[in-house]
């Protein structure tokens, strides 16, 4: 019996380090990832609405006749029609309507962005500047090779003008993605494959209230380990030392992993995005969200690890306060042995 309790208490110390570890790296990605202020914060801070819709429209730019976004008046224009202000109310809003549908508020993401003014704003802050820019060319004096409304030096004789402006403001309103469409729903956000974002993430809001379920599941079989292991152990006093110092090891490497794990993962992104040749498009943005919230994971992460060194340095004191007990011998379980007649 004496040996079956000390196993089960060598089980229940595993076990109890185990779950008191993953809690903490389960509510600290809770905490972060599925906080809809959190994500638009980090979102806000990367700076990506700044620049958006130039991203956008630059990864598309085989789609957009030659348009030069790099051009001053242009980026000028983007920024007139899509204001970081506008892109960041459009943005919140999916993401708080996309949160409804991951905890099972809704049966889809539920949003509509209406773009069509925005879009339409872009289309003729560009060719009013392209209006501009013709009519203040001299006229061409020899057969020009250019004519690219954006980069033509000179008009020739006989260039028309309206035509060329009419071209790009089509242009800009036909260009493919997602800039073509005047409302933006969870059903006209499509990918290649024409499946929306309910189909192409079907499994998602499964697996987010699984997550949810893991972190309780964890923070009370870690409650249950520790009851057990003082119900099970020789004292109270060595059962509580025993869970005083799985806490303080849990919390110590919490915090170790949390540190270095940050600092090896921004690395990791860092030289990601060195080798690929779009870090200048809306990767290196996106780059800086997730180096935003996995700081944010660590410091959740190192405040829970401080919080589990305390409570394990806490029942360490009070075990060393409790009286030590003197365990009794058991007792032999063999009867007496009778004593012998003396012989004659």
Request: glycine letters at 6%; proline letters at 6%.
């Amino acid at each position: 019996m004496h040996f079956m309790r000390r196993v089960a208490v060598t089980l229940l110390y595993s076990v109890f380090s185990a779950t008191l570890f993953s809690f903490g790296l389960l509510l600290s990605l809770q905490v972060v990832l599925t906080t809809p202020h959190t994500i638009e914060g980090a979102l806000d801070k990367s700076g990506i609405y700044d620049s958006l819709v130039h991203d956008v429209l630059a990864q598309q730019s085989n789609q957009t006749n030659n348009i030069p976004i790099e051009q001053p008046q242009i980026q000028s224009a983007i920024q007139q029609a899509f204001p970081a202000s506008l892109l960041r109310s459009d943005a919140n809003q999916i993401i708080e309507g996309t949160f409804d549908w991951l905890k099972g508020k809704t049966p889809s993401p539920q949003f509509s962005i209406d773009i069509n003014g925005a879009r339409e704003n872009l289309a003729t802050n560009i060719a009013n500047y392209v209006q501009q820019r013709l009519t203040s060319l001299p006229t061409c004096t020899t057969v020009p090779t250019d004519l690219n409304a954006f980069t033509m030096t000179c008009v020739p004789t006989g260039f028309d003008i309206p035509t060329a402006v009419a071209q790009a403001k089509h242009d800009i309103l036909n260009v493919n993605g997602s800039l073509s469409q005047p409302t933006l729903t969870a059903d006209t956000l499509k990918n290649n494959q024409g499946q929306t974002i309910p189909q192409q993430f079907h499994g998602v809001p499964a697996a987010y209230h699984s997550a949810v379920l893991a972190i309780y599941a964890t923070g009370i079989a870690a409650l249950l380990a520790a009851a057990g292991i003082i119900l099970l152990d020789q004292t109270k006093k060595i059962a509580l030392r025993r869970v005083g110092i799985g806490a303080v090891t849990v919390g110590i490497s919490s915090g170790l992993l949390a540190w270095f794990g940050d600092f090896a993962l921004r690395k990791a992104i860092a030289k990601l995005t060195a080798a690929t040749q779009q870090n200048e498009l809306l990767q290196a943005k996106v780059t800086s969200v997730i180096q935003l919230l996995t700081h944010q994971v660590r410091t959740v992460w190192l405040e829970y690890a401080i919080a589990v060194v305390v409570l394990g340095v806490g029942v360490l004191v009070l075990a060393k306060l409790l009286p030590h007990k003197v365990v009794p011998p058991v007792a032999s379980e063999l009867p007496p042995v009778p004593d012998r007649p003396p012989q004659k």
